[in-house]
């Protein structure tokens, strides 16, 4: 039999079968307890309940956390009071993801959209400045 491609690289099935073709007996997982499923029906009823817009506006801030994080500004010292080295290629990937929501969505993202458009502008304002300064610590 031929291998099959994976994220990880060529796999061969009937190496993790133990050769006969068969795969291992998995035990099934446990059913969810009552109290389990109980609790899963509340999120999904106050997730349900909650505006969209709340929800990626929430998150959009959570991106620019992301983005202020490793841009190193919003990150303490080291122990002996360093600060924080920015990778300015994950910086930029999130300001990135938080342009694309605030622009793609635009005016759909309601009252929060210029809450978003500041914040926005100054992830990308903060990383042309913490850009400047690597380039002229270096």
């Known amino acids: 039999m ?5 994220p990880s690289g060529m796999h061969d099935p009937d190496d993790a079968n133990g050769g006969d073709g068969h795969a291992p007996a998995e ?6 307890t009552a109290e389990e499923i109980a ?3 509340e999120l999904h009823a ?10 990626l506006a929430n998150h959009a801030l959570g991106i620019w956390q992301l983005a202020l994080v490793h841009l190193g500004v919003v990150t303490p010292p080291d122990e002996q009071g360093r ?5 300015l290629a994950a910086a930029g990937l999130a300001v990135d993801a938080l342009a ?10 309601g009252e929060q959209e210029p809450v978003l458009r500041d914040a926005l502008a100054q992830a990308q304002m903060l990383y042309v ?9 270096t």
Request: glycine fraction near 6%; hydrophobic fraction near 35%; charge should be negative.
């Open 27 to 32: 035990e099934p997982p446990p059913e969810p």
């Open 100 to 109: 694309a929501l605030v622009e793609g969505l635009g005016s759909r993202l």
């Open 46 to 55: 106050r997730l349900v309940a909650t505006p969209v817009v709340d929800v």
């Open 2 to 6: 031929s291998g099959l491609w994976t």
């Open 129 to 137: 400045q913490v850009a400047e300064q690597s380039r002229t610590d």
């Open 39 to 41: 609790a899963l029906r």
């Open 83 to 87: 600060p924080p080295t920015p990778d």
